[in-house]
């Protein structure tokens, strides 16, 4: 016999075709999550040295790259640099996870502790827990400061995590996870990079794939049956969360840490086509997915443009 809420979830579609049962999905992510979850503790090196002459990122995701800045750098200091921009998004992932542990415990509050949805948002809390965790490791063991965001987004965070909807949670979500792990996948197979990093980059990949799933998903459902003031909520925030994305990207202090001007520096990363070109192509799987969901509409849309990040 056919239940009302079967029929129901029948209706269920959007511009992408039928969405997927909420349980089912859960179900498969958690059995993912069994056969390819990771102890970095356990799986990496900590106490292997740094490689002379590697990277700590690629030196086409440094913020600089292709500039007349650049140009004048030397290796040695652009690698310098490379050291520090690594630390600064290690600092933002922390950032963005923090907040996304918090968004995804709201979200199943009120949900069936026992439901495989519900499991699987746990599930996603611990594999965050281990990432940011990772990521603090990585930064003290390259011998950075930490990169905090400006205390004004770091603040306007907290109001963020107290209004958030539901689909406004999984919309930043998204936009922390997806435009990291696009560069993440160039980072982990680059053999010019320092081992560690690609070690901790191929862990970041793999389970984050997972999240970005799950995530997709629930904005899907969300973007279909949420009430409309909630849609528009969503569209303006998910715009604002681009924006602020956007300028805490790469802490400007980077420049100062390896002796360069900042105000030169940021100008020049400003008017770099090259930059442009990275940001849009990181981010472009994720402004399309976006657009035929319904969230890149009206003033959201302005903001993203004014982002940088959708051409």
């Not at 993440?184 to 690609?198: G, I, K, N, Y």
């Not at 990363?269 to 035929?292: C, I, P």
């Amino acid at each position: 016999m056919t239940t009302l809420t079967e029929r129901d979830f029948t209706l269920l579609r959007d511009a992408l075709g039928p969405l997927r049962d909420r349980e089912q999905l859960a179900e498969r992510l958690l059995a993912s999550s069994l056969k390819h979850s990771f102890d970095p503790e356990k799986e990496l090196d900590w106490d292997a040295p740094f490689e002379d002459g590697k990277w700590f990122w690629p030196p086409e995701l440094v913020s600089l790259y292709d500039t007349p800045l650049w140009r004048r750098m030397g290796e040695e200091q652009r690698q310098d640099l490379a050291r520090h921009e690594a630390a600064s998004l290690a600092s933002l992932g922390i950032w963005f996870e923090i907040i996304l542990m918090q968004l995804l415990v709201r979200h199943i509050y009120d949900k069936s502790l026992t439901s495989h949805h519900v499991r699987y948002a746990l599930t996603e809390i611990a594999d965050e827990c281990r990432h940011s965790m990772m990521f603090a490791k990585l930064i003290r063991k390259g011998g950075t400061p930490d990169y905090p965001v400006p205390r004004i987004y770091h603040n306007l965070a907290r109001i963020l995590k107290t209004v958030s909807t539901t689909p406004g949670s999984f919309a930043a979500t998204l936009l922390g996870e997806e435009i990291l792990d696009w560069m993440q996948r160039l980072t982990f197979p680059d053999e010019r990079v320092q081992t560690l990093v690609r070690g901790v980059t191929r862990i970041h990949v793999v389970e984050e794939a997972r999240h970005v799933r799950y995530a997709r998903e629930e904005l899907r459902r969300q973007m279909v049956t949420a009430p409309r003031w909630e849609q528009e909520f969503t569209r303006l925030s998910c715009g604002e969360a681009a924006r602020v994305f956007s300028v805490c990207f790469v802490n400007p202090k980077v420049y100062e840490n390896v002796g360069l001007d900042r105000r030169e520096a940021v100008a020049q990363v400003r008017a770099s086509g090259h930059r442009r070109e990275v940001m849009q192509t990181g981010a472009k799987r994720l402004t399309d997915f976006l657009d035929d969901i319904g969230v890149l509409r009206g003033p959201g849309r302005a903001l993203w443009r004014s982002s940088g990040l959708l051409a």
